[in-house]
């Protein structure tokens, strides 16, 4: 009777496994490379709704990602016109869909073009270099007319993070135990559970099950504190470092490295390539690192004849008002930089 029992119930294990191995291989992305992300670190098929935000507000602010992984993205692949590149200052993970600046941007430039956000958080010129390899890549469909890279304040913290190593820049940024440059996680087990959960026909069915909960109750309050990167807090360093001349010429010499990366790479969409400077707070520590950095981009500019927006000498942010923490804009900053880019591109464009 026991072993009876026990035979029935490895059929059926057997059979409910059989199933699943089925329904992954044909539903799942395991076996297709455009939709297979690997181990990368890009939320998919987010959405998320904020009623506990960092700066003052009446209303709660919903994050989407995309099935591709793009931010605040309800257009087909081959509508885009502009693809933007940057940080988390692009990505705006604490702002509402409909007011994040690349948004407000869409709608101010002159020209009805379709504006794709490519914003992850805490990378530096050297992942947004390789992100073409390791993102763009995949969607054949995908061939903008133009590519603006918003850029400055995290190759500037990255800048001071190093001060003291000084180790080799190539291998990307580190943070929490993530390299947010190659986007994946240090360790082999965190690599293989994102791997798992970046092809798992299931896990994306919880996705969009979760999503259109959210999106029903919409008062949901889906977590009740914001999440930072701890980089967005790195502490000034002590008076005692100084940017020697050597390390400054060599953090210069990987900084153009990868824009002139950039630039070729830029050439296979055969899209205008545009960069722009960033700007904090006023009284923020990183500012005198993100001037060298902002200085960097505009000589490359000057030097290679690429399009480069100065935002940091022609924006003006009210400090209590516009960032919420001396580096991230509330809604109020992000409108600013949204309209300020749109004039620069509706006047040189």
């Given amino acids: 009777m026991l072993r009876k029992y026990l035979n ?11 199933g699943l191995i089925i329904i992954e291989l044909v539903f799942g992305t395991w076996l297709y490379r455009s939709s297979n992300f690997n181990n990368l670190l890009i939320p998919k098929q987010q959405t998320n709704i904020m009623e506990s935000l960092p700066y003052v ?19 087909s692949l081959n509508e885009i016109e502009i693809l933007i590149l940057g940080g988390s200052t692009t990505e705006e993970r604490e702002i509402d869909d409909k007011l994040i600046w690349t948004k407000v941007f869409e709608k101010k430039i002159n020209k009805n ?5 490519a914003g992850i958080g805490g990378q530096t010129s050297y992942g947004h270099k390789n992100l073409y390899r390791l993102w763009f890549s995949r969607f054949k469909e995908l ?16 800048l001071v993070e190093n001060m003291k190593k000084q180790h080799d820049f190539s291998k990307g940024r ?12 240090e360790k082999f087990f965190s690599n293989t559970i994102q791997y798992i959960k970046n092809n798992s026909a299931i896990h994306s069915l919880y996705l969009v ?6 999106s029903r109750k919409y008062r949901i ?4 504190k914001p999440k930072y990167f701890d980089a967005y807090f790195t502490k000034s360093p002590s008076k005692d470092i100084v940017l020697d001349s050597y390390y400054l010429n060599n953090f210069y010499n990987y900084y153009k490295k990868n824009i002139i990366d950039i630039i070729e790479i830029n050439k296979i969409y055969d899209s205008t390539l545009i960069l722009s400077t960033q700007k904090i707070s006023n009284n923020h520590w990183l500012n005198p690192y993100l001037e060298i950095v902002n200085s960097f981009t505009l000589k490359i500019c000057k030097e290679k004849n690429l399009i480069c927006f100065n935002l940091h000498d022609n924006i003006n942010f009210i400090d209590q008002i516009d960032f919420y923490d001396g ?11 949204g309209e300020s880019l749109a004039f620069f591109f509706n006047k040189e464009l």
Avoid: C
């Fill in 327 to 337: 580096i991230h804009t509330s809604p109020s900053g992000s409108l600013k930089i």
């Fill in 57 to 75: 507000s009446n209303n709660i602010a919903i994050y989407t990602r995309d099935k591709n992984g793009f931010r605040a993205n309800n257009y």
């Fill in 174 to 185: 580190i943070i929490n135990a993530s390299n947010r440059d190659l986007i994946k996680n």
């Fill in 113 to 117: 073009y379709q504006v794709l956000n």
């Fill in 8 to 18: 029935t119930i490895i059929i059926n294990l057997t059979v409910l496994l059989t």
């Fill in 143 to 158: 061939k903008p007319k133009f590519m603006i890279v918003y850029l400055g304040i995290n190759d500037a913290l990255f």
């Fill in 209 to 214: 099950i979760k999503g259109n909960i959210l």
């Fill in 221 to 224: 309050n889906y977590k009740n």
